[in-house]
């Protein structure tokens, strides 16, 4: 995200990269501290209430039995995501193909389609993007309008078109000075209250920069979990599931923009979610995938199915606590957090949801047919079945 990202996507990173040393930091050390406080004490450690106790402690879920399920079910939505990428297409933000966004707020409530209909009068070769961003009388406008012309005569005469367009909307009078002054958006009560332009040169190179790091990222991923995990199935594994979140994710973005009632442009932020979308998925999978290495290594002779759903039902509740604690966050940001971050909520909503269900139905399960783990079975069986004493029984 760092290296690849500019402005708020850099700031986002910064503030992930302390979030996760802070987080290292205080569960080693501090959590440490406060144990060995307790235990001093003599005084009685719990990890749970009599609400959750022996929640998901227990379970016996074969999930490898409802791998062909999973597997069918992750295909229907891949293709679906697919079909909409390939024919309906991502509704680009001004990052990604260039343009002057602004922020316009009334002083009555208006409709995008009277204000888009009144702008296309003045904007008759490109008619503005109209879309609500907040309350019913603040709305953001994107044109492409002369975006390949630089200077500022240019931007004072999209202004201008601006102005002659919304005017019309004001109860009150309003003078184009008034309209397009600089004064701090929290402190403007009508107007444009910010403006944004990206040129065509640094949008490409904006999205270049996205996409590279996306298969970068996966890439050392799958470097990473090979290496640690001393076979490259476990590596294969995570990353078809990442990019089957990536790709489910997308679609959503795809089939549901201008559907749902809040901005869904795909922009850096959006980037931003996918890249952390990426993390957080393959932090759930390599834990699970911890799990099974260890049954592996502790049980040998146990079947190799045996210790993947022992792994899968033994981390289940941590799944669920993670899970549910991040999603309850997000939720929250969602309903109270306004509608700027809105659509980045909602991509790493749908991502955490996606990312979960593919860590335990599709990540260990590929790793048990890449293992050639049916192959184990069928051998086992043949074995026990050509034992003579099977045999006199």
């Not at 293709?79 to 991502?90: D, H, N, Y």
């Not at 749902?260 to 979308?277: G, K, N, R, W």
């Amino acid at each position: 995200l760092y290296p690849f990202g500019t402005g708020p996507v850099q700031r986002f990173a910064t503030t992930l990269i302390m979030g996760l040393l802070t987080s290292l930091f205080t569960a080693i050390f501090i959590s440490r501290m406060i144990f060995i406080y307790l235990l001093d004490k003599n005084k009685t450690i719990t990890f749970d209430t009599k609400i959750t106790r022996n929640f998901l402690a227990n379970t016996n879920i074969n999930f490898l039995n409802m791998r062909k399920t999973a597997y069918t079910i992750s295909i229907v939505l891949v293709v679906i995501s697919l079909a909409s990428l390939t024919f309906r297409g991502l509704n680009y933000g001004v990052d990604f193909t260039g343009g002057r966004t602004y922020l316009v707020r009334f002083d009555q409530d208006v409709t995008v389609n009277e204000v888009r209909d009144a702008l296309a009068i003045e904007f008759t070769d490109a008619v503005p993007e109209v879309k609500t961003f907040g309350p019913n009388r603040q709305v953001k406008i994107t044109t492409k309008y002369m975006i390949e012309n630089e200077g500022r005569e240019v931007d004072s005469l999209i202004q201008s078109m601006l102005f002659r367009g919304l005017e019309q909307f004001y109860q009150t009078d309003i003078n184009y000075n008034d309209f397009t002054s600089d004064q701090e958006a929290e402190d403007k009560l009508i107007g444009i209250l910010s403006s944004q332009k990206v040129g065509p040169t640094i949008a490409d190179d904006i999205r270049n920069k996205a996409v590279t790091a996306v298969i970068l990222s996966l890439l050392i991923i799958f470097g990473y979990i090979a290496i640690r995990f001393r076979k490259w199935q476990y590596g294969l594994a995570g990353i078809i599931a990442l990019a089957h979140d990536t790709i489910i994710v997308l679609g959503v973005f795809s089939i549901f923009y201008n559907i749902l009632p809040f901005s869904m442009e795909v922009d850096q932020s959006f980037i931003a979610a996918i890249l952390t979308i990426i993390g957080y998925s393959i932090n759930d999978t390599v834990i699970i995938f911890d799990r099974i290495r260890e049954n592996v290594t502790l049980h040998p002779k146990k079947l190799l199915r045996i210790n993947i759903n022992d792994g899968l039902n033994s981390t289940l509740m941590r799944t669920f606590n993670t899970s549910g604690t991040t999603a309850l966050v997000l939720i929250i940001i969602a309903i109270f957090g306004g509608e700027v971050i809105r659509g980045f909520v909602f991509a790493l909503l749908i991502g955490i949801l996606v990312g979960t269900y593919s860590s335990v139905f599709n990540a260990s399960p590929m790793v048990f047919d890449l293992l050639k783990g049916p192959k184990q079975e069928k051998e086992a069986a043949e074995k026990e079945a050509a034992n003579p004493r099977n045999k006199k029984k």
